[in-house]
């Protein structure tokens, strides 16, 4: 069974710009979850996407946004880039909210801003 | 806000040796849980373990929970060379988000 995947593995912008970023979670699995690991900050949890819907965002601006596709699959945005939005961004799926809530991560997609 | 404090942050031990790595959180839970981590890539699910379980095993992982202390560990028996990574615990309050430790850097030396 295939696990999380994300793309790009790695994406290089420069600041201002728009970046987005790629997951599709394990078949089965409805909710989705974006966290960021920036350097010295540890794992930040960003959103949770439960069918199709924003369900709770961690302590971000607003300018970090997403969706989630009627396949499940979901798309982090991340606008007007920062310098200090470089970090790696984590994807991950469980089956279904209200449950044990065991989340599955993909790889990351590795995001520098320069 | 990190929740779990991990303890030590970093461990170095020879190949074949147990390693221990343990995890303090400061409210109440639903589950925790703990990862690994390889290089900076993306987090391997270890093992989950409930607020109502006390100790949970898998393969050559034991982890243990001990809510009245709010605190558990992990341990890793017979250590590999291959069992190098970043520990992360993690722990459910509710709303679904899990919050992380800063980890244990684990090195096993050949």
């Known amino acids: 069974e295939a696990g999380v995947t994300q793309s790009p593995t790695h994406l290089i912008k420069t600041r201002g710009q728009q970046a987005t970023l790629r997951c599709s979670p394990i078949s089965g699995h409805t909710s989705v979850y974006w966290y960021q690991q920036a350097l010295g900050l540890g794992l930040q949890f960003l959103l949770w996407?439960?069918?199709?819907?924003?369900?709770n965002r961690g302590n971000f601006p607003p300018r970090f946004s997403g969706r989630q596709f009627p396949n499940y699959s979901s798309e982090l945005n991340v606008n007007a880039l920062e310098l200090e939005d470089s970090a790696l961004y984590l994807c991950?799926?469980?089956?279904?909210?209200?449950?044990?809530?065991?989340?599955?991560f993909g790889p990351g997609t590795r995001l520098t801003v320069l | 806000s990190q929740q779990g404090e991990e303890d030590p942050q970093a461990l170095s031990i020879q190949e074949g040796e147990n390693a221990t790595m343990n995890c303090s959180y400061k409210t109440s839970i639903n589950n925790l849980q703990w990862y690994r981590q390889n290089s900076g890539r993306g987090l391997v699910h270890l093992i989950l373990?409930?607020?109502?379980?006390r100790e949970k095993h898998s393969g050559r992982l034991r982890v243990t929970l001990d809510t009245s202390k709010k605190s558990s560990s992990l341990l890793i028996t017979a250590s590999r060379a291959a069992d190098t990574a970043s520990y992360f615990c993690?722990?459910?309050?509710?709303?679904?988000?899990?919050?992380f430790g800063q980890g244990t850097r684990l090195t096993i030396n050949p």
């Open positions: 993690a722990t459910d309050e509710g709303a679904q988000k899990l919050v």
């Open positions: 991950a799926s469980s089956l279904e909210r209200g449950r044990s809530n065991e989340q599955f």
């Open positions: 996407y439960d069918e199709g819907e924003e369900r």
């Open positions: 373990i409930r607020s109502n379980e």
